[in-house]
């Protein structure tokens, strides 16, 4: 079974930018379909951005439209989120997960990171 660890998380000032990075172990990442998640303080898990098995399909929420951009490396069994433009409402706690296929919804996710902390400041 494949396991998720996400880095790149921090503090940063509005405006700027933070790439987070969610590496797979094991050899059957490029298998998956793969997304970023967050949870702010005190609200419900949001979808953010997803990408298909061989990264020819992308999904995006409309807060992620324009700023946010989801990649993957399957050499490196790497997933990557490049966010550009932060707000301090993208202040929260990013996760990644795999799945069967690229989705909008947390539940076509089985395996899931311990998620990172991402704090914009005004």
């Known amino acids: 079974q494949v396991q998720l660890v996400e880095s790149g998380g921090g503090l940063v000032q509005a405006g700027g930018s933070l790439r987070l990075s969610c590496t797979a172990s094991?050899?059957?990442?490029?298998?998956?379909?793969m997304g970023w998640f967050r949870q702010a303080p005190g609200k419900e898990r949001e979808f953010v951005v997803a990408?298909?098995?061989?990264?020819?399909?992308?999904r995006d929420a409309d807060s992620a439209k324009a700023r946010f951009t989801i990649s993957r490396d399957n050499a490196k069994n790497t997933v990557y989120l490049q966010m550009n433009s932060l707000k301090p409402e993208d202040t929260a706690v990013y996760y990644c997960?795999?799945?069967?296929?690229?989705?909008?919804?947390?539940?076509?996710?089985?395996?899931w990171g311990q998620g990172t902390q991402v704090t914009v400041s005004s």
């Open positions: 990408i298909s098995r061989g990264g020819g399909i992308t």
């Open positions: 094991g050899r059957t990442f490029s298998n998956y379909a």
């Open positions: 997960a795999a799945g069967t296929y690229s989705s909008g919804s947390s539940s076509a996710y089985n395996i």
